[in-house]
Nanobody, 120 residues
Framework: QVQLVESGGGLVQPGGSLRLSCAAS????????MGWYRQAPGKQRELVAV???????TYANSVKGRFLISRDNAKNTAYLQMNSLKPEDTAVYYC??????????????WGQGTLVTVSS
């Protein structure tokens, strides 16, 4: 079984920074893309950023220039560096990954979510 565990959320003032981590564990042969999504109260879950196994990345327009996604393939871990945070960034942030298990099975896996609150 494959699990994603997020960490790094918390309360931060507007203009501040946070770094989220997402560690994958289990019977992992490889990981295709890894991404971050978020869901604010009363809103649908939305894509924040995604990074495939290569180096190209995709960001939501609302976070371009402020957030940076990266990954450490050796550690099966993805990161989301969030700078210049705004109150509208307040949400539960979820990690997502497309994983290939040693059995050859493809899995889409979600983390449990970590809360980010931007408030003074």
């Amino acid at each position: 079984q494959v699990q994603l565990v997020e960490s790094g959320g918390g309360l931060v003032q507007p203009g501040g920074s946070l770094r989220l981590s997402c560690a994958a564990s289990g019977s992992i042969f490889s990981i295709n893309h890894m991404g971050w999504y978020r869901q604010a109260p009363g809103k649908q879950r939305e894509l924040v950023a995604v990074i495939p196994s290569g180096s190209s990345t995709t960001y939501a327009n609302s976070v371009k220039g402020r957030f940076l996604i990266s990954r450490d393939n050796a550690k099966n871990t993805a990161y989301l560096q969030m700078n210049s945070l705004k109150p509208e960034d307040t949400a539960v942030y979820y990690c997502n990954a497309m994983v290939v298990e040693h059995s050859g099975r493809y899995l889409e896996v979600w983390g449990q979510g970590t809360l980010v609150t931007v408030s003074s």
